[in-house]
């Protein structure tokens, strides 16, 4: 038994060595690949917020209706959730819209008529009938009469299409150079009054437009998604089936939620009542300071990246989202990024595998529903064989898992940057394409292989020591038997001896309370 301790012992110290070199790869990538750089990101950020702050000042002096109701920006996606990967180029910005009637007369319908993530908004007559006697009613709001449907419902379409209309008056205002091409000059504000110069284009996609602010003369661009939403506020939230909002987020003013007229069906029939929810506030609140949960995030998005996983960035946030339920305990969070990085890489296989990440505020939507199953199937696939082989080789090199989350000019960069020299890993998982099948997977040559066949005796000990654990935990688990049986076999010798000293042993035998099995 000494001898399997010592043994025990000396596979902990090369798990505890084998950790520390994982954790120092992870960082080297968070330095070298995955971080973005501070003054870059803000300098992207101050360019589209000007122009942006431009046109909301152009589209108020061109709407009233847009003037009375707009409230303020509000920063959504992954920048601002701090969970960012690759080149600052892509910007989500909410424009937050509020009613302008009283909330009360406001009901938000969630029943079973309603699709799960998704609501209706329904405004009395009484209200509307209150706006109609403000005396700016017939400058100002009458507009918002087409809003509604015979049986008060808010109609997504009609809004949104208000707010491009309005969106479209304000570009107009700027000089156009070619079609869908418009220009705008921006003076600085401090004492240089430099002039900042730009090229936006509009294209649309759902809910959103998207901008493409083009910064001149260095040609540098950005995307912004200029998303229109409504605002309200706890205690007004969605009944039925929607998660209730809990007393840490109200105690931390998490209050705000808003609905985004995107339709349920991309076809033409599509419920125009339905609104999509959307809790921005909340889940950046619920993300924020859990420890190694965004670095770990940024890493699983980087993978993502590289592997080419066709998976959306907010499936991925939703992961995570379920884990903070899943685990209360305070260090749960605080755990190595390499445990953790492998723990949330199986759990989206294992989601996968099952064919639903659950929506966080509703779990009867099933957010990878449209998935069809190739694509299911083939993602299973990819991510069994990144798994295996990051398990199966991270003993000799750590540095394996930088192979995955880097693409390969990336990862022959890293290695040089690294200030670590890591011994290079075996062959690497192929990158397949997002429309390769299960089979294409399987019967890859590269795949095959998996590890060069002078890397077997390696793969040997790897496999060698994780049976040795195994009978290591068997023997422990024997050792605890036996002295159970030697306590019981005490007990019984004890029982006899004390028979055999008393005098009536021949007359009246007593019958022994042996155990069954060792009878």
Sequence with gaps: MAGCNTMRKSIMVDRKKEEAAMETVLNQLHKHCISLHDDTIKAYVDHFMKVLNHLIVLMKEEDVLFKAMYRRMSGAGSYYDGLKVGKPEEFDVDIVIRLPVSYEEITIVSNRSVPPAFTKVQITTKAMDLLRQRPDWASTYRSMDKWRDKDGFLLQSEFRQWVESVVNKALNRLRRSKPNCYELGIQDPDASGRLSQYHISLKKSGPAMTFTVTMIPSNAKVDVDFVPVIEFTHPKWPAGSVRPLSDQLIKAKRTSWFIVPKPKSKTGDADHTLWRLAFHEQERELINDRGTLKPVCRLLKKLRDSCQLNIASYYLKTLFLWEIDANKAPDFWKMKQSHLFMHMLKILQQNLKRGEIKYYWDKHCNLIEGFQEKHKENLVCRLDNIIAHIERNVSESPIVIAEHIL?????????????????????????????????????????????????????????????????????TSVQSRVHTLEGRINVLCADIRSIRNQSQFKSAPRVLNVPQHFL
């Design 407 to 475: 693409t390969k000019e990336e990862f022959e960069a890293f290695k040089k940057n690294c200030s670590t020299t890591f011994p290079s890993p075996s062959k690497p998982v192929a990158a397949v394409p997002n429309s390769a099948t299960k089979e294409a997977v399987v019967h890859s040559p590269n795949l095959q292989g998996f590890r060069h066949k002078s890397d077997v005796p390696c793969s040997l000990c790897v496999d060698m020591s994780s049976k040795l654990d195994s009978i290591i935990i068997a023997l």
